[in-house]
């Protein structure tokens, strides 16, 4: 589960550092009211799909792939959100 998740960082991160043409990943990462309004959207769309019971793998994926853009585009690192979890366990 957790290979799918860090592949996402790393195609944020490698996408960051090489550019790709026409690239949607790179079109969140370099345009950060995109990024924002996409994730708002999509966890939108995500809470509709559970509350219709229809559609929330789709969704719930969506809000996964543009949440890790949106922190990498704004330099959130998921190291650091790691930790803090870490700090929170009781």
């Known amino acids: 589960m957790l290979n799918a998740l860090e592949s996402l960082f790393e ?3 490698d996408r960051k550092k090489k550019p790709l043409d026409g690239s949607y990943t790179n079109k969140l990462l370099s345009d950060k009211s995109l990024s924002k309004a996409k994730v ?14 229809s559609n929330q793998i789709h969704e719930a994926a969506d809000v996964f792939y543009h949440l890790i853009m949106y ?5 959130i690192k998921i190291e650091e959100i790691e930790k803090e979890l870490e700090k929170r366990k009781k």
């Open 40 to 53: 708002l959207e999509e966890i939108n769309e995500l809470i509709e799909a559970v509350d219709q019971d």
């Open 71 to 75: 922190l990498e585009a704004n330099n």
């Open 11 to 13: 195609l944020a991160r």
